[in-house]
Every structure is written in C-alpha cells, then in structure tokens.
C-alpha cells in the first residue's frame, strides 16, 4: 500500500510572480505531450512564447482531470465560466489549444 508521502515545494520569488497568457498551443508525440504557454497582443502579429511544459501522456492526463475538478470547485463556489460562442474553438485551431496532433518530441 503506498503511504502519503508530503514534498515540499520550492516556490522562487521570480516563479512565483507568473506570466499572463492567453495562448495555448499543445502538441504530442509517442512519449510526450509538448505545451507552449504564450501571450498574443493586439496589434503584435506575434506571439511571445513565455513557458514550455513537456509531461508524459499519463501526466497531461493527470493534468487534465486536475483541471477539470478545480474548475468544477470553482463553478460551484463561483458561477458557470462561459465562453462566448464566437471564441469558441473549432477543433485543431491554436487559440486555445490545438496544435499538431504528432510532434517531433
């Protein structure tokens, strides 16, 4: 039986500040799931790359149901998140994820 094992983080000053994007972009191949976090400015054509993550598949799945449960929490405590229709993504538009389904990782 695994035991609860408690890590301790090590937050820097510099990281813990954080970059604002607004722009995902994620790709996968065989053994990794690539994403690139970036931020696109109106009027800038283009789109400054401000952190790269790279996460086995069974880590990005972790990842994901991660994700879906804070969101859950946090529509319960504060309200539906909506996405207007017309900022909606088609599939494998970049805006808000996509990207190539195979990369060269």
């Known amino acids: 039986m695994e035991e609860n094992r408690k890590i301790e983080i090590d937050l820097s000053e510099e990281v813990a500040q954080g970059n ?5 972009i994620i790709a996968h191949s065989l053994s990794e799931f690539i994403v690139d976090f970036a931020t696109v ?3 800038v054509p283009k ?5 790269r ?3 086995t598949p069974e880590h990005a ?4 149901l991660s994700l879906q449960e804070n969101i ?3 529509e319960s405590n504060v309200g539906k998140i909506e ?8 599939p494998g538009d970049f805006p808000l994820g ?6 060269e990782a």
């Open 47 to 51: 789109a400054k790359v401000k952190s």
């Open 20 to 24: 604002y994007i607004n722009l995902a």
């Open 53 to 55: 993550i790279i996460l």
């Open 72 to 74: 859950t929490r946090y």
């Open 98 to 103: 996509g990207g190539p389904k195979i990369g």
């Open 41 to 43: 400015l109106p009027g």
């Open 61 to 64: 799945k972790r990842l994901l």
């Open 83 to 90: 996405i207007p229709s017309s900022q909606r993504p088609l």
